[in-house]
């Protein structure tokens, strides 16, 4: 996949995932407000909307193509494999970063993969799949930035999620600003110093 890797100075790994039609310098800029010192590893989605880069195909707006998201979820969690070995740092220690679509193949991982990620701060993102059961996420941190008059995740979608991590062990802290689905900068100031407390 197509990415930028930047060695840090700490074995933890901020694993950065950008929204519809973003790329991976998007969120390069939220690295260093989260950790300074770890590596950074920011991927681009691999399908394309109408040239808009994203991490899954969708049927229409928040309607997901399950199918695609599966195989896309797949795909990025070997990414990590590989460039694990091919960059030298621990699997274990990669926190994803992730805004929209990002957020929600990031919470794809989670739903899917045990131990893919240490932990997650998900902003904006949505329930990616419901119905089935999840790995085990036993003590896993997640932070989750919404929006209160957010149109494309509504509240319910962001509880609901919540409740579904917890119920796979995650610790799950929601964080409200009073916007719709932008990311706000004091969200990210919120998740810096959730991160700092609980990675
Ligand atoms: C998605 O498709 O992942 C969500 O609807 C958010 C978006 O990227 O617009």
Request: proline share 4%; glycine share 10%; aromatic share 8%.
């Amino acid at each position: 996949m197509k990415h930028i890797f930047r060695q840090g100075t700490s074995d933890r790994v901020l694993l950065l995932l950008h929204g519809t039609g973003g790329t991976e310098e998007d969120l390069l800029p939220l690295s260093s407000l989260i950790d300074k010192e770890a590596s950074v590893l920011s991927v681009r989605g691999n399908v394309s909307e109408n040239g808009m880069p994203r991490f899954f195909k969708r049927l229409r707006e928040g309607v997901f193509d399950e199918e695609d998201l599966v195989e896309r979820t797949n795909e990025l969690n070997t990414f990590l494999n590989e460039a694990a070995d091919e960059y030298g740092f621990h699997r274990g220690k990669v926190v994803a970063v992730g805004y929209s679509n990002g957020a929600n193949i990031a919470g794809s991982l989670l739903f899917h993969f045990e131990k893919s990620l240490e932990g997650a701060i998900l902003f904006h993102p949505m329930v990616p799949r419901r119905g089935i059961e999840l790995p085990d996420l036993d003590g896993l941190p997640v932070f989750i930035g919404a929006g209160e008059n957010d149109p494309i995740c509504p509240a319910q979608e962001t509880e609901d999620l919540k409740e579904i991590l917890e119920g796979a062990g995650a610790i799950v802290t929601n964080h409200w600003e009073k916007l719709g689905h932008r990311l706000t900068e004091n969200e990210v100031r919120e998740a810096a110093k959730w991160y700092k407390k609980q990675l």
